[in-house]
């Protein structure tokens, strides 16, 4: 059993917590197509402050159901503002891996490489100039290289998020208080981990059309150290069963390992965006 606020004051003075006019923003939509055209618009805008100035962009990509019209708006934006894609910098939150050092093929039908490619990167015009080499991925045979990376191009302008029906980003899944401190928690460096028998569940369901024997077991994801250094965190929902954890994490009000997610209450620039014909967060708002 998981001891949810356990360490949590004895860690208040080095994670901190959400400040008067720095609490996460939480705004409701109509339905899936309003929250997609709002999303692409939040990260259109942050991109073209910078690429506009030719200047660097690194955009934090998440996959999924919940992104996938997002990506075709986002794309369109992009081709007839005419904008300047060469210097895009993409950084991917996650890729499934066969072991724990080998990444699945481009081939494979859960690739995130494969989605990524088909619901953004192809969508992106020619002449735009979007450079392959610029998308990045999570390597699970060199898992800290993506951390060096990114610290080196700047860190993430904007990190895109999904959360987990049991509460996670990325593939940064549930700890229990008794096994690892909040601050260590939030520390933690992008590397490779087996997935918890409820994301497998989950992801089963959702994009491998049931067959448990396509899912892959392991995945490379990006650290909560990178994510929560990202100058801006926007957080996507539209599924019933994500009513349960955005509950938790805005009723509990302080960040915890049980409930990944929770760190962006403490994030200084962090806004949520949910659909209201699935999700209900009236009585914890």
């Known amino acids: 059993m998981c001891l949810i606020g356990r360490n949590v004051s004895l860690l208040l003075g080095k994670i901190g917590v959400p400040q008067e006019g720095k609490k996460m923003k939480i705004e409701s939509v109509r339905d899936y197509k309003a929250m997609s055209s709002v999303g692409a618009s939040i ?53 499934y891996a066969e072991t724990e050092n080998t990444a699945v093929p481009h081939t494979h039908p859960l690739s995130y490489w494969k989605y990524m490619h088909e619901n953004l990167f192809r969508r992106f015009a020619p002449e735009r100039g979007f450079r392959e080499e ?61 997935l918890a028998e409820e994301t497998l569940a989950q992801n089963t369901r959702l994009t491998a059309g049931g067959d448990r024997e396509l899912m892959p077991r392991f995945a490379a994801t990006l650290g909560m150290k990178p994510i929560l250094a990202a100058k801006q965190c926007l957080l996507l929902a539209c599924f019933p069963e994500q009513e349960s954890p955005l509950k938790q994490m805005i009723g509990g009000r302080l960040p915890t390992p049980a409930l990944p997610a929770s760190y962006l209450l403490t994030h200084p620039d962090s806004r949520l965006i949910y659909t209201v014909d699935c999700i209900n967060l009236g009585e914890v708002l």
């Open 43 to 95: 990260l259109f805008d942050a991109a073209m402050t910078k690429l506009s100035k030719g200047l660097p962009f690194n955009m934090g990509l998440a996959t999924g159901n919940t992104m996938v019209t997002l990506y075709e708006e986002l794309a369109e934006k992009f081709n007839v503002a005419g904008a300047d894609l060469s210097l895009l910098r993409t950084w991917n939150l996650d890729e």
């Open 134 to 194: 610029n998308a990045h991925f999570p390597d699970p045979a060199d898992p800290g290289a993506i951390d060096a990376a990114l610290a080196a191009a700047g860190g993430l302008d904007i990190q895109l998020l999904g959360i987990g029906f049991n509460g996670h980003i990325a593939f940064n899944e549930p700890m229990c208080e008794d096994e690892i401190s909040v601050e260590g928690f939030g520390n933690l460096p992008s590397r490779v981990l087996p």
